[in-house]
């Protein structure tokens, strides 16, 4: 395995918190999980939000439970050893329309299994474990369809999520929108890899839009990307994701290991992917974009990533993902923009292409260094459309 940065970052400021314990259980929570705590489980939220906030503590316990809605100031401490089963009833997951902070109205399909949307300061700690029990929803709505996410956060800051473990989650595991300030730490998330071939579209972290976000010591295996990051575009303008650093932690199983894109409209800049492993993924590290999306991806570092049994291409950068239209077009505002990737010290082992980097005529990936790079396949390095690639210290 890859060796342990110990570096520590800290850039993540959570603001002060009240101390003062909400027990879940003084509200009326079952610790048998034989009744629903939906309720009580709300009614402790909301107690400790009439204060600005303080600690909701669960005890020890095996609890049932329809949604969880957190509030500002609210940090959720998971006693060791609970379990926290969400029940499966689809009429509990309504579709549900919000207005945030920024004056906008959002609209989920269903209410996610744990949401906090347009809140400050949140948490949510503790060695637990959170069963989506996805099964009813992967069985009767496949890709596209939606489903409920686990944990959900939308216009959001200050948010750390942090020891705890998601498994059999409907739809992605955890999904952060335009949102500032993350810090995930020690999370792991489970899925199958595989569910009857139909894929739940079960990425394990997708953050959307976001700024200034400490990934480390994550475990991830699940039936979609394991990490993927996208930055969108609204009626108000580019809303780009930078200042991200994903460090120490294992994928074992998913599509991509790291993925950047499909939506780039917005920009992706200011990325890190250091001391990772990946085992088992269908790609290592993959951008992907078209001439629909748009946006620019720049400035991405990845260094010290062992990567064994790939099934596909280690490094894989596609402008044209999705598009089978080889010839050159003009420019537009749609246009993606590739260029300042960086990867030193990639080792292991792949099925495909070792590194795959396809652009578009009109718009060459461009200024790529691959330094260090030791990762074996019976298929070598495809190039199109490029301009400026270093690999091993030879221009090509
Ligand atoms: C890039 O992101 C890191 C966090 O990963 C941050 O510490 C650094 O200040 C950012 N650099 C710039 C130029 O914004
Ligand atoms: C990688 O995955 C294989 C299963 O395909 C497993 O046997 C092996 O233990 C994994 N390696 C690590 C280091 O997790
Ligand atoms: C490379 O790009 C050119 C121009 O876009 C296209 O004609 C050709 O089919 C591409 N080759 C491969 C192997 O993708």
């Known amino acids: 395995m890859n060796a342990r940065s110990l570096t520590i970052v800290q850039i993540i400021i959570v603001g002060s918190v009240s101390a003062v314990v909400y027990d879940v259980t003084k509200y009326g929570a079952d610790t048998t999980g034989r009744n629903p705590s939906t309720q009580a489980i709300a009614a402790a939220i909301n107690a400790a939000a009439l204060k600005n906030g303080g600690i909701v503590y669960f005890p020890r316990g095996k609890y049932t439970t329809g949604p969880i809605e957190l509030k500002s100031g609210i940090h959720v401490d998971f006693a060791d050893g609970t379990l926290i089963t969400f029940l499966d009833d689809p009429k509990?997951?309504?579709?549900?329309?919000?207005?945030?902070?920024?004056?906008?109205?959002?609209?989920?399909?269903?209410?996610?299994?744990?949401?906090?949307?347009?809140?400050?300061?949140?948490?949510?700690?503790?060695?637990?474990?959170?069963?989506?029990?996805?099964?009813?929803?992967?069985?009767?709505?496949?890709?596209?369809?939606?489903?409920?996410?686990?944990?959900?956060?939308?216009?959001?800051?200050?948010?750390?999520?942090q020891s705890f473990h998601i498994q059999n989650s409907p739809m992605f595991n955890v999904h952060i929108v335009d949102s500032n300030n993350i810090e995930i730490n020690s999370i792991s998330i489970k899925n199958p890899p595989d569910y009857h071939g139909k894929g739940p579209n079960t990425d394990g972290i997708n953050l959307n839009s976001v700024k200034n976000v400490h990934i480390?010591?994550?475990?991830?295996?699940?039936?979609?990307?394991?990490?993927?990051?996208?930055?969108?575009?609204?009626?108000?303008?580019?809303?780009?994701?930078?200042?991200?650093?994903?460090?120490?932690?294992?994928?074992?199983?998913?599509?991509?290991?790291?993925?950047?894109?499909?939506?780039?409209?917005?920009?992706?800049?200011?990325?890190?992917?250091?001391?990772?492993?990946?085992?088992?993924?269908?790609?290592?590290?993959?951008?992907?974009?078209?001439?629909?999306?748009?946006?620019?991806?720049?400035?991405?570092?990845?260094?010290?990533?062992?990567?064994?049994?790939?099934?596909?291409?280690?490094?894989?950068?596609?402008?044209?993902?999705?598009?089978?239209?080889?010839?050159?077009?003009?420019?537009?505002?749609?246009?993606?923009?590739?260029?300042?990737?960086?990867?030193?010290?990639?080792?292991?082992?792949c099925g495909r292409n070792t590194i795959s980097l396809v652009g578009l005529p009109e718009s060459p990936v461009q200024n790529i260094r691959i330094n260090g790079f030791t990762v074996t396949s019976n298929q070598g390095v495809l190039l199109n459309n490029t301009r400026d690639i270093i690999i091993n210290g030879k221009r090509q």
């Open 92 to 161: 509990l997951y309504p579709s549900i329309t919000v207005k945030l902070p920024d004056g906008k109205t959002r609209h989920l399909p269903y209410t996610p299994l744990i949401r906090g949307m347009g809140v400050n300061n949140v948490a949510i700690k503790g060695n637990a474990i959170i069963d989506g029990r996805g099964q009813i929803w992967w069985d009767r709505l496949h890709p596209p369809s939606d489903r409920p996410v686990s944990v959900h956060f939308w216009v959001a800051n200050n948010i750390v999520l």
């Open 216 to 349: 480390a010591n994550v475990n991830i295996a699940t039936g979609d990307d394991c990490i993927a990051l996208n930055g969108n575009t609204d009626s108000r303008g580019k809303k780009p994701t930078q200042n991200v650093l994903i460090e120490n932690s294992h994928m074992n199983a998913g599509h991509g290991g790291v993925s950047i894109g499909s939506v780039t409209s917005g920009g992706l800049r200011n990325i890190t992917v250091r001391n990772c492993y990946f085992n088992n993924t269908v790609r290592g590290l993959f951008i992907k974009t078209n001439r629909q999306r748009g946006g620019t991806i720049a400035d991405i570092h990845y260094h010290d990533i062992v990567m064994t049994n790939v099934k596909k291409e280690g490094i894989a950068i596609s402008a044209m993902y999705n598009d089978k239209d080889t010839s050159k077009k003009p420019i537009t505002v749609t246009t993606p923009f590739i260029n300042n990737i960086e990867y030193n010290n990639i080792r292991g082992n």
